[in-house]
């Protein structure tokens, strides 16, 4: 995309809205019976969805909620969840979601590693130890919310070097220490915008919503509420449960994990999916075997997602998913994306390097330490820490990550490409590759396997069937059999 061309795309969403709360007064405004969202509780217009935000906005300006605090929102998946973003939004504070599912004394680390000033939540003993929290109850709102106070000044806002703060979220910290990523009202006008107009959401779609809300929030529920999607939570893993609410509510798209895509395609209940138009999946990479049990069950191709947290959704296989199952994609037509080597300089198509990623929507700084995005950027360019290669016709392929990649003796491996290869032998549910330090050669490659169903394993086979499909220096010396494997709470396998 050139300049000009950026430029017009930029000033073409200036003109539309400015804040992101007013995406919900104008699906309001143009859907008001139409239902917004369907969960436990039932069924959600567009119209009351505006209504109790605008409540709950209301309760937390009495409580001394303004512009720029730093406000948490502790909720599980569902309209509260939902409600509680929007009214966060409304206050002009800078809004970060937190994982319910976290422990509480990883609840409190956030809290005090993200400044926040004030902590909004569904159950009253959620929240710090040390603070109290406010009962908010009103006859608009379902549900009783409770709020906490920090210690932190109010005058003092979160993230001061960066004007219009939004929204944050913390990276996962699969590959170092955890950053707080802000990003501006603008910004996310802008992602969504550009992510759209690739996947071509409407009002006549509804999606079926499985992932965690608190690590998916930006190129998904605030893009639904744009277009007047209907969001039908299903907070349950179970194959059964999935079938059960696309065909009630007739969803069009399922964005799920490779976990969730898994379960559906071992299903064997016959059920079909008459109403389903897109399967995405994202969070982690897809084997080409998965998705082909996908294909082969509901005769739906699986298309695979590069989404990152700094850029949003950049690439995506749509293209070619039959045909390469594996490949992340291509860069949508608002992006454009680059293979880089060590000197950050273009490699040729087919050679492996860094995955980099330039266009509209870009992070706008880190919270920890404070950094403004354009001491972040090189030459323009996102470096994600993505080893990557790209073909001749632009198709994306991810490889590994450059801090994980294990040294054997100077040969390169990346994990991946290891534990795609494991997870396809017979007996094995989940794996996990990493480097295990070794006198002579440095770094050995090591495996972390879990059976199916307890099934006996035997390591020697394991190894026999990685030297018929990888190169000598890539098959695991070490394998271990472990009950479980750690995740992040966004769906990664939690590295060492």
Same mark, same amino acid.
């Given at each position: 995309?050139?300049?000009?061309?950026?430029?017009?795309?930029?000033?073409?969403?200036?003109?539309?809205? $400015?804040?992101?709360?007013?995406?919900?007064?104008?699906?309001?405004? $143009?859907?008001?019976?139409?239902?917004?969202?369907?969960?436990?509780?039932?069924?959600?217009? +567009?119209?009351?969805?505006?209504?109790?935000?605008?409540?709950?906005?209301?309760?937390?300006?009495?409580?001394?909620?303004?512009?720029?605090?730093?406000?948490? /929102?502790?909720?599980?998946?569902?309209?509260?969840?939902?409600?509680?973003?929007?009214?966060?939004?409304?206050?002009?504070?800078?809004?970060?979601?937190?994982?319910?599912?976290?422990?509480?004394?990883?609840?409190?680390?956030?809290?005090?590693?993200?400044?926040?000033?004030?902590?909004?939540?569904?159950?009253?003993?959620?929240? =710090?130890?040390?603070?109290?929290?406010?009962?908010?109850?009103?006859?608009?709102?379902?549900?009783?919310?409770?709020?906490?106070?920090?210690?932190?000044?109010?005058?003092?806002?979160?993230?001061?070097?960066?004007?219009?703060?939004?929204?944050?979220?913390?990276?996962?910290?699969?590959?170092?220490?955890?950053?707080?990523?802000?990003?501006?009202?603008?910004?996310?006008?802008?992602?969504?915008?550009?992510?759209?107009?690739?996947?071509? =959401?409407?009002?006549?779609?509804?999606?079926?919503?499985?992932?965690?809300?608190?690590?998916?929030?930006?190129?998904?529920?605030?893009?639904?509420?744009?277009?007047?999607?209907?969001?039908?939570?299903?907070?349950?893993?179970?194959?059964?449960?999935?079938?059960?609410?696309?065909?009630?509510?007739?969803?069009?798209?399922?964005?799920?994990?490779?976990?969730?895509?898994?379960?559906?395609?071992?299903?064997?209940?016959?059920?079909?999916?008459?109403?389903?138009?897109?399967?995405?999946?994202?969070?982690?990479?897809?084997?080409?075997?998965?998705?082909?049990?996908?294909?082969?069950?509901?005769?739906?191709?699986?298309?695979?997602? +590069?989404?990152?947290?700094?850029?949003?959704?950049?690439?995506?296989?749509?293209?070619?998913?039959?045909?390469?199952?594996?490949?992340?994609?291509?860069? =949508?037509?608002?992006?454009?994306?680059?293979? =880089?080597?060590?000197?950050?300089?273009?490699?040729? !198509?087919?050679?492996?390097?860094?995955?980099? /990623?330039?266009?509209?929507?870009? +992070?706008?700084?880190?919270?920890?330490?404070?950094?403004?995005?354009?001491?972040?950027?090189?030459?323009?360019?996102?470096?994600?820490?993505?080893?990557?290669?790209?073909?001749?016709?632009?198709?994306? !392929?991810?490889?590994?990550?450059?801090?994980?990649?294990?040294?054997?003796?100077?040969?390169?491996?990346?994990?991946?490409?290891?534990?795609?290869?494991?997870?396809?032998?017979?007996? /094995?549910?989940?794996?996990?590759?990493?480097?295990?330090?070794?006198?002579?050669?440095?770094?050995?490659?090591?495996?972390?396997?879990?059976?199916?169903?307890?099934?006996?394993?035997?390591?020697?086979?394991?190894?026999?069937?990685?030297?018929?499909?990888?190169?000598? +220096?890539?098959?695991?010396?070490?394998?271990?059999?472990?009950?479980?494997?750690?995740?992040?709470?966004?769906?990664?396998?939690?590295?060492?």
């Amino acid at each position: 995309m050139n300049s000009i061309n950026k430029e017009k795309f930029k000033n073409e969403q200036i003109k539309q809205v $400015k804040h992101l709360f007013q995406l919900l007064e104008n699906a309001a405004q $143009k859907w008001p019976e139409k239902i917004a969202i369907y969960d436990q509780e039932g069924e959600l217009t +567009f119209a009351s969805l505006l209504q109790q935000s605008l409540e709950l906005k209301s309760h937390l300006t009495k409580q001394g909620v303004q512009a720029g605090n730093g406000l948490g /929102i502790l909720f599980k998946n569902g309209r509260h969840f939902i409600i509680a973003l929007f009214a966060g939004l409304a206050c002009d504070a800078l809004v970060m979601p937190i994982s319910i599912q976290q422990k509480k004394k990883e609840i409190e680390e956030s809290i005090k590693e993200a400044k926040l000033h004030f902590v909004l939540s569904e159950k009253s003993d959620a929240l =710090l130890n040390n603070i109290s929290s406010k009962r908010i109850k009103s006859s608009e709102l379902s549900l009783n919310y409770f709020l906490a106070q920090t210690k932190k000044n109010t005058a003092e806002a979160t993230a001061e070097f960066i004007e219009q703060a939004a929204l944050m979220r913390f990276t996962s910290g699969t590959t170092g220490q955890s950053k707080g990523v802000i990003l501006r009202h603008q910004s996310v006008l802008e992602r969504i915008k550009a992510a759209n107009e690739h996947l071509q =959401l409407n009002e006549s779609d509804r999606v079926l919503w499985v992932l965690p809300m608190a690590y998916h929030f930006v190129v998904s529920i605030v893009l639904y509420i744009k277009f007047g999607i209907g969001i039908i939570v299903c907070n349950s893993f179970l194959a059964k449960d999935i079938l059960a609410q696309v065909n009630q509510h007739k969803g069009t798209l399922l964005y799920a994990s490779p976990t969730h895509i898994k379960l559906l395609a071992a299903d064997k209940s016959g059920t079909k999916l008459n109403h389903l138009k897109t399967v995405i999946s994202t969070t982690s990479g897809i084997t080409s075997q998965m998705c082909v049990k996908f294909h082969e069950r509901y005769n739906l191709p699986v298309t695979q997602a +590069f989404g990152i947290i700094e850029v949003g959704l950049p690439i995506i296989n749509r293209k070619k998913s039959a045909e390469f199952p594996e490949a992340v994609g291509y860069a =949508l037509s608002a992006y454009e994306v680059g293979i =880089l080597d060590e000197n950050n300089e273009a490699l040729p !198509s087919g050679q492996n390097g860094q995955l980099a /990623i330039k266009g509209p929507g870009m +992070f706008d700084g880190y919270l920890n330490p404070p950094i403004p995005r354009a001491e972040v950027l090189v030459k323009d360019w996102f470096l994600t820490g993505d080893i990557a290669v790209k073909n001749e016709d632009g198709l994306i !392929s991810i490889k590994g990550r450059k801090k994980q990649m294990i040294n054997v003796s100077g040969n390169k491996v990346f994990p991946i490409e290891v534990e795609k290869v494991i997870n396809q032998f017979q007996g /094995i549910e989940q794996s996990r590759v990493y480097a295990f330090k070794h006198a002579l050669l440095g770094e050995i490659v090591a495996a972390e396997v879990i059976t199916k169903d307890g099934d006996k394993f035997a390591a020697e086979a394991l190894i026999a069937y990685c030297q018929k499909y990888l190169s000598g +220096f890539k098959v695991p010396q070490k394998i271990t059999v472990v009950d479980q494997i750690e995740m992040t709470g966004s769906g990664k396998i939690k590295r060492r």
